[in-house]
T-cell receptor
Framework: GEDVEQSLFLSVREGDSSVINCTYTDSSSTYLYWYKQEPGAGLQLLTYIFSNMDMKQDQRLTVLLNKKDKHLSLRIADTQTGDSAIYFCAEGNFNKFYFGSGTKLNVKP | GAVVSQHPSWVICKSGTSVKIECRSLDFQATTMFWYRQFPKQSLMLMATSNEGSKATYEQGVEKDKFLINHASLTLSTLTVTSAHPEDSSFYIC?????????????FGEGSRLTVL
């Protein structure tokens, strides 16, 4: 499958902004996603962006896409303890989706 | 949002037995469902793409005779782990894409944890 990479851990203090980064290799990706996984649970779609966009904002979430560098980021403003989870980026087209290794976000009170 | 349900959530079985996991789209029709496997503290690995009414497409390295996938209707896909062994113990997650949505959104089930003794 395609290569999607993320850093494994991120630790921030409550109220700070969190930025989770992701790089991918498939230049034909149509959609890029961010999912959240809480312990023992499935994946929750947070947001997604079309490959022809470079930014999308949804309340506390901001997604930035640099298609030239194949770099995707998720910024969480005013991070809360409830945001502690593993965040997966995923890329693909209509038929296949590949996931990064996940970034474990730890929010300290 | 759309709901995808998996059953069972947890299953423990003896080595050598077969286990079936169901993935249902509850409020939408899905022509395509995906099956993923997740190892502890690791990412999701795409196992196969399940298309309604046709044979599943397996990723390289995934044994099709080991992991039988059936997508008999627009709301149900099943994954059967045949002759399960302890190394098959894992978290299996399905996802589905709605027929009437062209946004590319994937909806995920809550996952099924398989433990093979």
């Amino acid at each position: 499958g395609e290569d999607v990479e993320q850093s494994l851990f991120l630790s921030v203090r409550e109220g700070d902004s969190s930025v989770i980064n992701c790089t991918y290799t498939d230049s034909s990706s149509t959609y890029l996603y961010w999912y959240k996984q809480e312990p023992g649970a499935g994946l929750q779609l947070l947001t997604y962006i079309f490959s022809n966009m470079d930014m999308k904002q949804d309340q506390r979430l901001t997604v930035l896409l640099n298609k030239k560098d194949k770099h995707l980021s998720l910024r969480i403003a005013d991070t809360q303890t409830g945001d502690s989870a593993i965040y997966f980026c995923a890329e693909g087209n209509f038929n296949k989706f590949y996931f990064g290794s996940g970034t474990k976000l730890n929010v300290k009170p | 949002g759309a709901v995808v349900s998996q059953h069972p959530s947890w299953v423990i079985c003896k080595s050598g037995t077969s286990v079936k996991i169901e993935c249902r789209s509850l409020d939408f029709q899905a022509t395509t469902m995906f099956w993923y496997r997740q190892f502890p503290k690791q990412s999701l690995m795409l196992m196969a793409t399940s298309n309604e009414g046709s044979k599943a497409t397996y990723e390289q390295g995934v044994e099709k005779d080991k992991f039988l996938i059936n997508h008999a209707s627009l709301t149900l896909s099943t994954l059967t782990v045949t002759s399960a062994h302890p190394e098959d113990s894992s978290f299996y997650i399905c996802s589905a894409r709605a027929v009437d949505k062209n946004t590319g959104e994937l909806f995920f089930g809550e996952g099924s944890r398989l433990t093979v003794l």
